[in-house]
């Protein structure tokens, strides 16, 4: 039986999520199917699907950096005087 994903604010991933993020970051990718475990990564942006299936017939998604999925001040740009 699947466990049901607790809300949780971007800045807390579950354990799941952020094994699940680590794995594709360091791999460059995981399946879409996979992401199910997570769906916290897909809804705050950290995996996003790629469109075309691989050999096996499954998807992937690929995950998004860390500083550009949570945007902070310093990545905003400057007023202009």
């Not at 399946?31 to 691989?54: M, N, S």
């Not at 950096?65 to 740009?77: F, N």
């Amino acid at each position: 039986m699947k466990v049901p994903h607790a809300a949780h604010a971007v800045e807390e991933l579950c354990a799941a999520g952020a094994a699940l993020y680590e794995r594709a970051l360091r791999e460059g990718h995981v399946h879409t199917d996979e992401a199910g475990e997570a769906p916290c990564l897909v809804d705050f942006g950290l995996l996003y699907p790629a469109g075309k299936r691989i050999a096996d017939g499954r998807r992937r998604a690929h995950p998004r950096s860390p500083s550009s999925a949570v945007p902070d001040g310093s990545t905003r740009p400057s007023p202009r005087p």
